[in-house]
C-alpha cells in the first residue's frame, strides 16, 4: 500500500475528527440527541415534527459547511468515477442498509461507539467489512 503524500494531510483530518466529535458531544450533550444523519432526515419526515428547527439547522450546516469553506479557500476537487445509475443504486443500498442497521456510519459509528454501544460497534464492523469486500470486489475481480 502507497500512501499518496501529495494529497495526505493528516492535519486538516485531525481538525476534521475533533469537528465531528466536538458537533455529536454538543448535540446529545445539550439537546439530548444523537448525530445520526439518517434519523435526523428521517425525523423530518415523520409527524409530529416539534423538533424541526433543530434538525434543519444540523442539515443546513452541513449543506452550508463545504459551500462555505470553498468560497473561502480552495474548493475541494470531487472525481466521481461513477455513472447515475451506479450512484442511485448505491444510494438506495445504504438507504436500505440504515434501516436494517437501524442507523447509519454516523449514528453508530461515531456516537454509538463512543457511548460503548455493542450493537453500534457491530453495525460499524459490519458497515466496514462491506466497504472492504465491495472494493476488493469492485478493482480486482471486476476491474473498475
Not at 444540523?58 to 480552495?74: C, N, R
Not at 466496514?128 to 469486500?133: D, I, Q, R
Amino acid at each position: 500500500m502507497l500512501i499518496d503524500l501529495a494529497n495526505f494531510t493528516p492535519g486538516l483530518s485531525l481538525a476534521g475528527g475533533l469537528v465531528i466529535g466536538v458537533s455529536a458531544a454538543v448535540l446529545v450533550l445539550f439537546n439530548g440527541r444523537i448525530a445520526g444523519i439518517s434519523g435526523i432526515l428521517g425525523g423530518l419526515l415523520t409527524l409530529p415534527r416539534s423538533d424541526m428547527a433543530w434538525r434543519l439547522v444540523f442539515l443546513a450546516g452541513l449543506i452550508g459547511a463545504p459551500v462555505i469553506a470553498g468560497l473561502l479557500g480552495k474548493p475541494a476537487a470531487v472525481d466521481i468515477q461513477a455513472s447515475w445509475g451506479e450512484i442511485m443504486v448505491a444510494g438506495f443500498l445504504v438507504g436500505l442498509g440504515t434501516r436494517y442497521a437501524s442507523g447509519c456510519t454516523s449514528g453508530h459509528g461515531v456516537c454509538g461507539i463512543s457511548r460503548g454501544s455493542v450493537r453500534s460497534l457491530v453495525a460499524t464492523i459490519t458497515f466496514m467489512a462491506a466497504g472492504f469486500v465491495t472494493v476488493f470486489i469492485q478493482r480486482h475481480l471486476i476491474g473498475g
